[in-house]
């Protein structure tokens, strides 16, 4: 199996956009709608491709935005409350015009029926808040319930970090995380190592591991992920996340850390958000 290599970025998405989409008229938009500390304008919210996604689908959200305070927004597109399955973190925007994309995957068949759009400003009040309410389904793709089974009882043993923590590094530098791990049945996961801060970041978000037989996945693999930040990124929190390839969440854990990027002039400390949640199907 080759080896596939992405990364994300925190604050910038770009996706190729379908043929098909579903148009959210404005007169559907519900909820409290701005809460204060901003004059943030969402329209134009169109939803990737069509109604009904197989499983393995990803659901693309495009909105346009529009906002002159504050300075800075952390923009988040959620599923209903119970999702099991992924969806993308809060992408940060400056003020003025953008138009931005979101991301939700299912953990298997099920329906969306609602998304709440959210806004936080740099010390993640929360300054809008708007429920939309869709008609959407992910159904069921032949032969995939056995997909969603590989990798079961996988473990992570063991995390490092290079530099160790805490650490100051540079901006841009870095920072690299070891994870070791074993998988029963040798299956190709995904292995993710994520900072739990919204921040200008960029990290190695997965890579599909070379398939392996059995009696080697027994034996211990490691695997090296990396994180990068801008000047002022305060990270204190990395979730290291195993997964197949079906999005299943295999194994999963939380370590604080103490790693601040950039000249200590230029530290910022930043509240705990994940830059996404998950929840999987036991």
């Known amino acids: 199996m080759s080896t596939h290599v992405s990364s994300f970025r925190a604050t910038v998405i770009a996706?190729?956009?379908?043929?098909?989409?579903?148009?959210i008229p404005e007169a559907r938009?519900?909820?409290?709608?701005?809460?204060?500390?901003?004059?943030?304008?969402?329209?134009?919210?169109?939803?990737?491709?069509?109604?009904?996604?197989?499983?393995?689908q990803t659901l693309y959200i495009g909105y346009d935005l529009s906002f002159s305070y504050p300075e800075r927004l952390f923009l988040c597109v959620q599923p209903q409350a119970g999702w099991e399955g992924s969806f993308m973190g809060c992408p940060g925007r400056s003020a003025g015009k953008d138009e931005?994309?979101?991301?939700?995957?299912?953990?298997?068949?099920q329906k969306l029926d609602s998304l709440r759009f959210v806004a936080m400003d740099e010390n993640h009040r929360v300054v809008y808040e708007r429920a939309v309410p869709v008609?959407?389904?992910?159904?069921?793709?032949?032969g995939y319930a056995k997909i969603r089974e590989q990798g079961i009882g996988a473990k992570i043993l063991s995390v490092e970090f290079l530099p160790a923590t805490p650490a100051r590094l540079d901006a841009?530098?870095?920072l690299n995380v070891s994870i070791k791990y074993e998988v029963p049945d040798g299956a190709a996961l995904r292995v993710w190592a994520l900072p739990?801060?919204?921040?200008?970041?960029?990290?190695?978000?997965?890579?599909?591991?070379?398939?392996?037989?059995?009696?080697?996945a027994k034996a211990q693999?490691?695997?090296?992920?990396?994180?990068e930040a801008a000047a002022g990124a305060h990270i204190r929190k990395v979730k290291v996340k195993l997964a197949n390839q079906a999005?299943?969440?295999?194994?999963?854990?939380?370590?604080?850390?103490?790693?601040?990027?950039?000249?200590?002039?230029?530290?910022?400390?930043?509240?705990?958000?994940?830059?996404?949640?998950?929840?999987?199907?036991?």
Request: glycine share 8%.
């Open 15 to 23: 996706v190729g956009l379908l043929a098909l989409s579903v148009f």
């Open 29 to 56: 938009l519900l909820g409290q709608g701005p809460v204060g500390g901003t004059d943030l304008k969402i329209s134009n919210i169109r939803l990737d491709p069509g109604s009904v996604l197989s499983e393995t």
């Open 100 to 109: 931005i994309y979101a991301t939700i995957n299912s953990a298997g068949p």
């Open 135 to 142: 008609d959407m389904e992910f159904t069921e793709q032949a």
């Open 172 to 174: 841009k530098q870095k």
């Open 196 to 216: 739990m801060n919204s921040c200008d970041c960029i990290y190695e978000s997965s890579i599909e591991e070379p398939r392996q037989s059995a009696a080697a």
């Open 221 to 227: 693999k490691t695997v090296v992920r990396w994180i």
């Open 247 to 282: 999005g299943v969440i295999l194994a999963e854990e939380y370590i604080d850390v103490d790693f601040r990027f950039g000249p200590e002039s230029d530290a910022q400390s930043m509240s705990q958000f994940p830059p996404s949640e998950t929840k999987t199907r036991p």
